[in-house]
């Protein structure tokens, strides 16, 4: 099965098996979390009364465009649950997250959520975090070179995001680092270290965040971690 497919049956089979009526519910970002989305459009066009919080402004209007009702974070006392993705999962469901750019607000929403599903293809496991993707460090503008230097002082080498004319902002008007390291073999003590760097954000590594975690192969099946 070709990766789009994949994307596709996994993230309707999180909708298919986590969505109820009258739920508050987090919807991520990303390729994957798109079909999601679409499909929590067709429950609400079916008469589902759902309440949902989304983690970037991306996600918001996709689900506008999809007749779901997006509301702010501020305005409800919890989420019910969150599907997102992810750009690495490990074995103990610690994952990376940011490639798109909403690590904040995913964090956020994450933080808020009862149950956090990840939902992903056979292609973003890994037996050990960094192996195959940078992780994304969310940085304020101010003093961001004097940030990338402690950054790499971690073990890494760090390169400014780039976007359309200049460097990449985030729906918080923040800068991203892609701080690229062989491998990231203690997750917890490296997010201890780059969370007291001055001018950091928020990191991508969400650990002991996911509560379940779905990942399609390309024979059709759906592993389930977790629950």
Do not use: W
């Not at 109820?20 to 079916?46: P, R």
């Not at 997750?187 to 201890?192: A, D, K």
């Amino acid at each position: 099965m070709m990766n789009v497919d994949l994307k596709k049956m996994v993230a309707e089979k999180a909708v298919d098996d986590y969505i109820e009526k009258d739920m508050n519910v987090g919807l991520g970002t990303g390729s994957t979390v798109y079909y999601a989305i679409k499909k929590i459009g067709e429950l609400v066009a079916g008469g589902y009364r759902l309440t949902c919080v989304a983690t970037s402004v991306q996600s918001e209007e996709l689900a506008k465009k999809c007749g779901v009702a997006v509301v702010d974070l501020n305005e409800i006392d919890s989420i019910d649950v969150t599907i997102d993705g992810a750009d690495e999962v490990d074995n103990n469901m610690n994952l990376i997250k940011g490639l798109g750019g909403a690590l904040l607000r995913e964090k956020i929403v994450a933080a808020a959520s009862m149950k956090e599903v990840i939902v992903v293809d056979e292609s973003k496991r890994v037996s050990v975090l960094g192996t195959k993707t940078s992780l994304p460090v969310e940085v304020i503008k101010f003093g961001h070179l004097k940030t990338k230097y402690a950054l790499e002082l971690q073990g890494c080498r760090a390169t400014l995001r780039m976007g359309d004319g200049g460097p990449f902002e985030t729906d918080s008007g923040n800068y991203i680092y892609d701080c690229r390291f062989n491998s990231i073999d203690n997750p917890f003590f490296l997010e201890s270290r780059i969370d007291v760097i001055p001018g950091v954000v928020e990191n991508g590594l969400f650990l002991n965040t996911a509560t379940t975690v779905l990942i399609a192969s390309g024979t059709g099946k759906i592993e389930r971690l977790g629950e």
